[in-house]
């Protein structure tokens, strides 16, 4: 019989490291923006290769505000993926913008670089792509594209003629410690927004950030005016307020509220610190469930490939190399798997299967189209049929540091046992 196991779908990886950093924010008197919130976000620019990095309380507070940097609002339209999560393109509301979406190329979850230059218009301010599993996109495609379509393109700002073409304000929410060509998530795109959710690799339990690449905008201004932004406006977080006297204040504009605190920061720093370790365990799992659903008919999205586009299966250790070389390595976020030729009803029940044997699974993601605030919007799923496509027989393993070899090798075991059973009882 089959020992019967118990396999989270991404639990966090909390150590005492963690907990003993929480406790000296604890036990420091500031648990709200402060010292430990500034050195976090100095050591995720280290990391990164950014100018600079700023914290908020998500990443979708990050991609607003980035928007809202760039004077993104009425009147303006931003494109973004059909097949991502909700925060990609709800902050293009927010702001007032329309949304523009694009379907994705065929057999892919990237968006298809073709149809996305169809898509620009003198009203296009910004695109934002998706890093969906922790793969970066191909930004040089997609520079290319907005190159070319800058015959239609009109700033509105200062900060939009800096950058010279649509701004690329990438969902970089999965891609933190990913990279292709030799260049790191969160130094290549205008700016990039990383999620420290409680199911990323990186946590701070809730919390994002946002990093923008040299040599574009005065740092020291956008980075006083985001923080302006994520504390009602306010010239004076509680952090500057402390010194002797220094009570007085002003509200530059009405702002919003999503800082982050030093609890979360502590929590980070240490997550952080340990991160080139968590980094290299997620790309050993990845390599060995590729060795594990070889030859079940599963196809499994590559998160690393080296420069003349063959798979690095089992070689994960040396990831960083081959995308230095002209490859890429993504971060291991999501362990995406689709079922060739299978339904969305076969795809479903293959989940239930899974979780009756332990396996907790998912699927990322409904294309924005199927959703109601979307359907809302005017969108219809028959305009996306290749991200339809991509959805429908989508499984999305678990992927954490807390699994073992032996975990990944049952989950793949679960699946394939699975997929036989529903075949023979008729499910296609």
């Known amino acids: 019989m089959t020992e019967h196991r118990r396999i989270s779908f991404s639990p966090p990886d909390i150590t005492q490291a963690e907990i003993d950093e929480v406790v000296d924010a604890l036990k420091s008197g500031w648990i709200t923006t402060g010292p430990k919130t500034k050195e976090f976000e100095r050591l995720l620019a280290d990391f990164t290769g950014a100018e600079r990095v700023a914290t908020f309380s998500s990443a979708t507070a990050a991609l607003e505000c980035a928007l809202r940097a760039l004077g993104v609002g009425p009147g303006d339209e931003v494109i973004t993926s059909a097949y991502t999560y909700s925060a990609s393109c709800s902050v293009i509301c927010h702001v007032g913008a329309t949304p523009v979406?694009?379907?994705?190329?065929?057999?892919?979850?990237?968006?298809?670089y073709d149809a996305l230059a169809g898509l620009i218009t003198e009203r296009t301010r910004a695109v934002i792509p998706v890093d969906i599993a922790g793969r970066m996109i191909d930004y040089d495609r997609l520079f290319a594209v907005l190159e070319e379509a800058r015959d239609r393109w009109q700033p509105a700002n200062d900060m939009q003629r800096a950058i010279g073409r649509v701004a690329v304000v990438a969902d970089a929410a999965h891609s933190l410690g990913a990279t292709r060509k030799g260049q790191r998530s969160g130094s290549v795109?205008?700016?990039?927004?990383?999620?420290?959710?409680?199911?990323?690799?990186?946590?701070t339990a809730e919390g994002g950030a946002l990093a923008w690449r040299a040599g574009l905008f005065d740092s020291d201004e956008l980075y006083q005016n985001l923080m302006l932004m994520s504390l009602h406006g306010q010239t004076k977080d509680a952090?500057?307020?402390?010194?002797?006297?220094?009570?007085?204040y002003d509200i530059a504009f009405p702002g919003w509220k999503c800082n982050m605190t030093d609890m979360?920061?502590?929590?980070?720093?240490?997550?952080?610190?340990r991160y080139p370790a968590l980094l290299a365990r997620r790309r050993e799992l990845v390599a060995?469930?590729?060795?594990?659903?070889?030859?079940?008919?599963?196809e499994v999205l590559r998160h690393f490939e080296d420069a003349t586009g063959v798979s690095a299966a089992g070689a994960a250790d040396d990831a960083a190399q081959r995308a230095d070389a002209g490859g890429f390595a993504s971060s291991?976020?999501?362990?995406?798997?689709?079922?060739?030729?299978?339904?969305?009803?076969?795809?479903?029940?293959?989940?239930?299967?899974?979780?009756?044997?332990?396996?907790?699974?998912n699927v990322h993601y409904k294309p924005l189209p199927l959703l109601t605030a979307y359907r809302n919007l005017g969108f219809d799923i028959t305009s996306f049929p290749n991200a339809l496509a991509?959805?429908?027989?989508?499984v999305t393993l678990p992927l954490h540091t807390l699994l073992s070899d032996d975990d990944v090798d049952y989950v793949a075991a679960a699946l394939s046992r699975a997929a036989h059973v529903l075949e023979a009882q008729g499910v296609s």
């Open 101 to 112: 979406l694009c379907d994705t190329a065929s057999g892919s979850y990237e968006m298809d």
């Open 189 to 203: 795109a205008d700016f990039s927004a990383f999620s420290f959710h409680a199911v990323k690799n990186l946590t």
């Open 239 to 248: 952090l500057s307020k402390t010194k002797a006297g220094a009570w007085e």
């Open 264 to 273: 979360q920061a502590a929590l980070g720093l240490a997550q952080l610190r």
């Open 288 to 298: 060995r469930y590729e060795a594990a659903l070889a030859g079940t008919g599963a």
């Open 332 to 361: 291991a976020h999501l362990m995406l798997v689709r079922l060739p030729g299978k339904s969305a009803a076969f795809r479903n029940a293959l989940i239930e299967h899974l979780a009756e044997d332990g396996v907790s699974a």
């Open 390 to 394: 991509q959805y429908e027989n989508e």
